[in-house]
């Protein structure tokens, strides 16, 4: 732990003497003690210094030399090194001497994602017991601060350290990518490097470099809006929160009725408990709404409280709001993450009742009033007057019935374009990796048609930093919400099969399936050792050739023969519970169950008239018990029907 200290405090120390140019380290922060660097093949390596000046490195008995550019960046290949270490990795410039000690050279994987990648080994099922065992100090770990930038950064905006695998390390490190480089390290007998980078909540188009969202050609307002961000923040706010109230005037039902007047008789509103999401407060029209929701509250106060200079704070809203004091509208805010604080002017308050009035628009996830009970205030001199507790509220429309979308917000981070690539991907560079391990979709469920696009890109993006064509391994994402016992539509089953056509059609992409590892009450499922070892599993095939090891059946073709349509998959299958494989469905203008048995490596379903396509798994949480011989479950998909060449 004091060399990885040692390790964090020595971009410090460095920077001051690099003025020369703008303050960056001679050597990349990525390359410090205890790092992995992968094997077996050049590894570039990178920095700065006086432009134009000669920079030397010794490393594995290799003497490299190489002139910094006109802009004071450095950059050279390592030649390919066999696994192994400890090295000792030594970087010159006329001015500086820098030398990075316990350097291993093995397997290097980059882990990103959304919470369940985030996910911490000590959440999971025998926390304490993998904890104490996490003893192999092959296993490195490095982790990169939750950070967002407008635009790409060369260095991490906080300090990294790499930090051999121990009880005191791996705590609150990713639980899936912990799990699977140790496994890959007992496995191979190598160190394993292992970069995280997650972020809770966040949508696959923050993760995807701005370059890759301009070339789907669908996100052009909203790059342009964050370019100008970048270069004037206050600005873009203002003007933003301008074409949010425009909208509003157009097209919110509160707005143009006039919600926030004190002579509206809410009575009849409904009632939640704030700070909290609405979609934890029990009611059945906000459980699953994205859209706006109007929010009132009446405060009584004495002639002497209503005199005081007065400050309204409501903490952090999920996603924007606007907000009015007895009529008159005292500040909005359009970015989640800032914490509302808006100053009355004298005369808002009088005495008696005081109606406040909240506009809240969230468009994905968690809406509304989030922070702690004590950020809800109303300061009135020296006073404070907690505003937590019960709200009445109103929803005045539902993105998913057709209210159309405000104008975007692309800058905070976590919801935004390109703000995650830019602070916690693009400053890993071209570092040598091995693989991807990718767990994230959740946040996309209400858009898998625009995900079918992201993802590819995303991953050519990747690729294309990385200067590899990188094994990409994606989690098909885990069951999650109410059982079901009927066909229906589902965003998440929806992504599930965009993941899955990912994979089949971009060359060297490998999915894990998790669909029986997830709870229908927690998104958050602690299976996390088991995800690990299947994306282990991926990582045999693709990474070290294991071509025949095991996979989750993958389906091949639907073909209709007769009064039936027999699915062909890629390996024999089994049916647990039971000889009758479940889940399936057949779609005509609707979709229905359909009867379904085994034949070897096909499942034979009972047609329908007019069936285009068949479906499995196709719900939040499916049950499935159809699994390969292996003991590996075949996943969600959806394919079309085609008619036997042969009939």
């Not at 950070?147 to 300090?159: A, E, I, N, R």
């Not at 966040?202 to 307002?221: C, F, K, N, R, V």
């Not at 157009?250 to 009575?267: E, Y």
């Not at 004298?346 to 968690?366: H, K, S, T």
């Amino acid at each position: 732990m004091k060399a990885a200290l040692f390790a964090a405090v020595w971009v410090v120390v460095a920077m001051p003497a690099q003025a020369q140019v703008a303050g960056k380290p001679l050597l990349h922060p990525m390359f410090q003690d205890h790092a992995v660097l992968q094997r077996d093949r050049p590894v570039p390596i990178w920095g700065w210094a006086a432009p134009k000046t000669i920079v030397t490195l010794t490393f594995l008995g290799h003497d490299y030399k190489v002139t910094a550019d006109y802009a004071g960046e450095w950059t050279l290949n390592l030649a390919a090194a066999p696994a192994g270490g400890p090295h000792e990795l030594t970087v010159k410039s006329p001015t500086q001497s820098v030398t990075v000690h316990d350097v291993l050279v093995g397997d290097v994987y980059l882990c990103s994602g959304q919470s369940n990648m985030q996910f911490a080994v000590r959440q999971v099922r025998n926390a304490d017991t993998e904890i104490m065992h996490a003893t192999d100090d092959r296993v490195r770990l490095l982790a990169f601060e939750r950070k967002s930038s407008p635009q790409p950064l060369d260095l991490p905006m906080s300090p990294v350290a790499w930090k051999a695998a121990a009880p005191a390390t791996v705590t609150d490190y990713s639980a899936v990518c912990y799990f699977f480089g140790r496994d890959l390290a007992k496995k191979h007998n190598v160190p394993i490097g292992l970069i995280h980078s997650s972020w809770g909540g966040s949508p696959i188009q923050d993760w995807t470099a701005a370059s890759g969202l301009h070339a789907l050609g669908t996100y052009q307002e909203g790059l342009a809006t964050l370019h100008a961000y970048a270069k004037d923040p206050a600005a873009t706010a203002t003007k933003v929160t301008a074409a949010t109230d425009s909208w509003a005037d157009t097209n919110d039902t509160g707005t143009r009725a006039q919600w926030q007047a004190v002579s509206l008789d809410d009575a009849g509103w409904g009632e939640v408990s704030l700070p909290r999401v609405w979609e934890e407060q029990g009611r059945a029209d906000l459980v699953d709404l994205d859209g706006v929701v109007w929010l009132r509250k009446h405060v009584p106060l004495t002639a002497e409280q209503a005199a005081k200079p007065a400050v309204l704070n409501l903490g952090t809203v999920d996603e924007r709001d606007a907000t009015w004091v007895n009529g008159k509208r005292i500040g909005a805010t359009v970015d989640y993450r800032t914490e509302r604080s808006y100053g009355l002017p004298q005369g808002r308050l009088r005495p008696g009742d005081n109606v406040i009035a909240i506009r809240v628009v969230d468009e994905v996830g968690g809406g509304g009033p989030r922070s702690s009970a004590d950020k809800m205030t109303l300061t009135l001199g020296d006073e404070k007057l907690s505003l937590a507790g019960a709200w009445r509220y109103q929803v005045s429309g539902d993105f998913k019935k057709g209210l159309p979308k405000p104008p975007v917000v692309p800058w905070p981070g976590g919801k935004g374009y390109s703000t995650l690539f830019n602070a916690m991907i693009a400053p890993v560079g071209p570092y040598g990796l091995s693989g991807v391990l990718w767990f994230q979709g959740e946040q996309n469920t209400h858009e898998p048609d625009a995900y079918a696009a992201l993802l590819p890109q995303l991953i050519k993006d990747w690729r294309g930093q990385f200067r590899h064509d990188l094994p990409f391994l994606i989690v098909q994402l885990a069951g999650y919400g109410a059982l079901t016992d009927q066909p229906g539509e589902s965003g998440l089953a929806a992504i599930r099969d965009v993941q899955r056509r990912t994979a089949q059609a971009v060359p060297h992409t490998g999915l894990a399936v998790a669909i029986d590892l997830g709870n229908p009450r927690d998104i958050h499922s602690p299976e996390k050792q088991e995800v690990a070892r299947r994306l282990g599993l991926e990582a045999q095939r693709l990474v070290y050739g294991d071509a025949a090891g095991p996979r989750s059946p993958s389906p091949l073709s639907a073909v209709r023969q007769g009064d039936t349509v027999r699915v062909t998959f890629d390996r024999p299958l089994i049916s647990y519970s039971g000889p009758l494989p479940v889940g399936f469905e057949l779609c005509a203008a609707t979709c229905g169950w359909a009867l379904a048995r085994l034949h070897g490596d096909s499942v034979v379903l009972d047609s329908v008239p007019g069936a285009t396509k068949v479906r499995h798994a196709w719900a939040g949480s499916p049950v499935v018990n159809l699994y390969g011989k292996d003991g590996l479950p075949a996943g969600t998909f959806e394919l079309d029907i085609t008619k036997d060449s042969q009939n």
